[in-house]
Structure formats: structure tokens, C-alpha cells
């Protein structure tokens, strides 16, 4: 079973306190993710393509267009 905020005694702090350890407790995790996976091709292809979307929104598609077109490819 995980550890409660009682069990800790962490209930007992203030608000502002509890908001600064959340955040601490959230930056920690974050510090820990594996890094990107995206070669440094990819990484320019990504920032390409999204910029093209940001000039343009009208080329964006939905979701499912987008899974009709994945299904065709098959």
C-alpha cells in the first residue's frame, strides 16, 4: 500500500509548503524519464513539420483521417 501524506505528517504542512513539495517531489521524477529516443534527424524532421503546421493549420488532419490513411498502407 503507498505511503499517505498522514503517514508522512506531511498533512501538518502549510499549503504553500505542500504545493513546493509536490513540485520538488514532480521535478524529481522528471530528472529520472529515459532520455529522447529521437535521433537528431528526427528531432529536425519534428521541428520542420511543425513549423510547416504553424504557417499553415489548414494542412493538419483528424485523427481518424490520419488512421484511414495508416489502414490504406496495408
Known amino acids: 500500500m503507498p505511503v499517505t ?10 499549503p504553500e509548503d505542500r504545493r513546493a513539495l509536490a513540485q520538488e517531489l514532480l521535478d524529481s521524477v522528471a530528472d529520472d524519464r529515459p532520455p529522447s529516443r529521437l535521433s537528431d ?7 520542420s513539420r511543425c513549423a510547416e503546421l504553424d504557417a499553415d493549420p489548414s494542412i493538419a488532419i ?3 483521417e490520419l488512421w484511414a490513411r495508416v489502414r490504406a498502407r496495408r
Open 41 to 47: 534527424e528526427q528531432r529536425t524532421e519534428l521541428r
Open 5 to 14: 501524506m498522514k503517514e508522512l505528517g506531511l498533512d501538518a504542512l502549510s
Open 62 to 64: 483528424t485523427r481518424e
